[in-house]
């Protein structure tokens, strides 16, 4: 039997790329869809642990949905309503039920969990809708904190995937879900006053990415001296912020799941000048290398 894969994550990338040409199928083949998770940055300084648990993961055939695409949610964007009427009636196709729960702390700078790899039936799917049981966060010198998960577990949170995933006979593709963990977890009070944390709200937000026709960025930040500079934050967008990475011990940041164009980059980092970066070319599978050089404020003539 022909297979199909689907692939979950914060970031992932695998990019195969032969299956997007046009092709007659009939409707009882499947194609491999693979389903991966990672996680967007954030100030993991204070964090110990950042953990989500999916109970179910469906999918929605786009041909046979009839919803406008105008007022859907777009990509990087999750609707959190009720399931419209009508709704149900959507071919959607379950993935995944059970338990499944993952650290999005160790899903950064491109490390992906491969969540799902199974056959599906052919076709193009525009909605991914993912049931997530419970949250919670550990904060150093605080404590564990269990998260509500509004209306998540029982309808689910919807994403849509612009362009639509395309899944052919005995072809694979492949789904990135990036998680933010940083607008995911909500603080509630402030951890520098006497009060300190009261805990978290938890607002899933999830960006879908067709992997399959993706590609991503990496690189180095150093300062202009060449010493590799931990905790940058490196961003990339065109109007307006798509994905953002925080480099690791070794300077290292990588963006996967970038649709193939022209984007603006951006590093911040304490101490010296956010440097700007346009022209950014992203191509459809492939790897583009930005390294990064920062310039210490104090270095600026007056």
């Known amino acids: 039997m022909k297979k199909g894969v689907l692939i979950f994550a914060g970031f992932f990338g695998l990019f195969l790329l032969s299956f997007m040409g046009c ?20 100030p993991i300084d204070f964090i110990e642990d950042a953990s989500v648990t999916i109970t179910k993961v469906e999918m929605r055939l786009e041909e046979m ?8 949610v777009e990509e990087g964007e999750v609707e959190e309503e009720e399931v419209e009427e ?16 993952f650290n999005l702390l160790e899903l950064r700078n491109g490390v992906m969990a491969t969540f799902l790899d199974l056959e599906i039936p052919v076709g193009n799917y525009n909605l991914i809708r993912i049931y997530v049981e419970n949250a919670r966060i550990a904060v150093k010198g605080y404590d564990t904190y269990s998260v509500k998960v509004p209306s998540g577990s029982q309808t689910g ?5 612009k362009p639509s995933l395309k899944v052919a006979g005995g072809l694979t593709a492949e789904v990135v879900l990036d998680f933010s963990l940083e607008k995911s977890f909500v603080l509630k009070g402030n951890m520098n006053t006497p009060a300190g944390i009261k805990g978290f709200n938890f607002k899933p937000v999830i960006r879908a990415v067709n992997n399959t026709i993706a ?21 990339i967008g ?10 690791d011990g070794d300077g290292f940041y990588a963006m996967p799941g970038i649709l193939p164009g022209i984007y ?20 459809e599978g492939n790897k583009t290398v930005q390294d990064i050089a920062l310039e210490p404020v104090s270095s600026v003539t007056e």
């Not at 949905?65 to 859907?72: F, L």
């Open 23 to 42: 092709q007659e199928v009939s409707n009882d083949q499947t194609g491999r869809i693979i389903v991966k998770i990672t996680d967007a940055p954030f």
């Open 65 to 72: 949905s009839g919803e406008n695409e105008e007022g859907e």
């Open 86 to 101: 009508g709704d149900e009636e959507s071919p959607f196709i379950t993935l995944f039920e059970g338990s499944e729960s």
């Open 157 to 161: 949170v919807k994403v849509f995937m």
């Open 215 to 235: 590609g991503s960025v990496e690189g180095v930040v150093s300062d202009t001296a060449g010493v590799l500079l931990p905790g940058v934050l490196v961003s």
């Open 238 to 247: 065109q109007d307006a912020v798509l994905s953002s990475a925080t480099t």
């Open 264 to 283: 603006t980059m951006s590093a911040e980092f304490a101490g010296y000048n956010t440097l700007s970066v346009e022209g950014v070319e992203v191509v």
